[in-house]
């Protein structure tokens, strides 16, 4: 038993299947069954986003050991175990996850109109792919659901997504399944050296920095991808633009988080010597993928598609912040983790509300909404301001830490991510000017209805996190800290006790 007093991990984890089955069981005419779905999806969802709260109250902030383990023999013969874990750097992603699942199934009520049952299974599942990863301790473990997260999010894009639906979900699934063969090949060597693929056993190899170079560059094919870094973040605009509104939410608020999440779990303790080497390399790939695709933003007419460059741009200030190896740095990296899936997430909802209302997401199409949609305007607002960093509001925490850690290193590195914060402005305040203020573009616009009581739940807990991370940041930083602190003293004490270039 863990300090739930129950496998607590395992039930937020596979919760959501049997809701799945609850799903299958259902039986009646095509209406009975979409209502069903619907319900059972948001009530399974809902039921395990509140049990996950559970690991927010018990959670230990001062210790960085994995807590809330469970263990079981699953192949013992071959060094394979069925683990599972949280700590500061996992257990808030749980806690996302499980948030934004019901608010994607309530934002889907009206907009999923053709197989909702099997849209709301492929939902659920997902929710259960996405936890487990973040819970694994076991490196197959992970590997499986880290991989299985793919079907449903493919399925998700090809099934309900738009025009050009099945070439952006086989592009999505090609670029990230062919980076993860290299990481399974890592494993598989990890695997001879330790005898096992139980994850804080792995910390403790000291391989020779010959190998951690081959092992780090095949994480990094997995890894960057998934992020995604530049240049291999072509798959990206075209998942966001033909993908659901809710699958967008998901795609940026949780699956973006898997490659950065990645590093921390794996590059950084387990090869400490390659990641300080390929540093460098890292910084240049994510200051170009910040003024890159801020630039590429700025020219952007599709909505869905100038906030798909924008979490490319945030997302290279997030490997900035992880390979500065310090305190600031890191933390910043997972704060801005957090509210990128919170504020993008939100920003992928509101063009969704337009989209519901018109079918059109090209920017040139709207103008004066404010005048018509007073309510809609607001949130739009508080989320673009929220994307810009304004202080107060959960974007800027994050990156004032990631800047602060990337001076310490080098002040060219962190005057790039602060260009970053700027290009973010003119892209953002351009977006929400054309949109929201001037004339009213076209007469039809007239006729547009402002935020449904349904709408209105869906982003009310989403502005209350967007101002309680931005106005109260502690009461997350708290859950990094002491495991981050053991993550920069580890990885500080292997490289003074080994020289970088040996066996290479």
Sequence with gaps: MNAAGFPILSLITFLPLLGVLVILSVRGDAAVVASNARWTALWTSLITFALSLVLWVQFDTATPDFQFVESAAWLPEFGVGYHMGVDGISVLFVLLSTALTPLCILASWEAIQNRVREYMIAFLVLETMMVGMFCALDFVLFYIFFEAVLIPMFLIIGVWGGARRVYAAYKFFLYTLLGSVLMLLAMIVLWHQAGTTHIPSLYELNLPFAM?????????????????????????????????????????????????????????????????????????????????????????????????????AHMGIVTLGIFTFNQQGIEGALFTMLAHGVVSGALFLCVGVLYDREHSREIARYGGVAKIMPAYALVFMLFTMASVALPGLAGFPGELLVIIGAWLVNPWVAFGAALGMILGAAYMLQLYRRVAFGKIARPELRRLLDLSPREQAVFAPLIALTLWMGIYPQSFLSFFSATVTQLVQQHQAALAAGSRFAGL
């Design 212 to 312: 951690q170079v081959w092992i780090f560059l095949a994480f990094f094919a997995s890894f960057a991808v998934k992020v995604p870094m530049w240049p291999v973040h072509t798959w990206l605009p075209d998942a966001h633009v033909e993908a659901p509104t809710a699958g967008s939410v998901i795609l940026a608020g949780v699956l973006l988080k898997m490659g950065a999440y990645g590093f921390l779990r794996f590059s950084l303790p387990m090869l400490p010597e390659a990641s300080a080497f390929f540093a460098p390399m890292i910084f240049v790939l994510s200051v170009v993928a910040v003024v890159y695709t801020s630039l590429v933003a700025l020219a952007q007419e599709d909505m869905k598609k100038l906030i798909a460059y924008s979490s490319v």
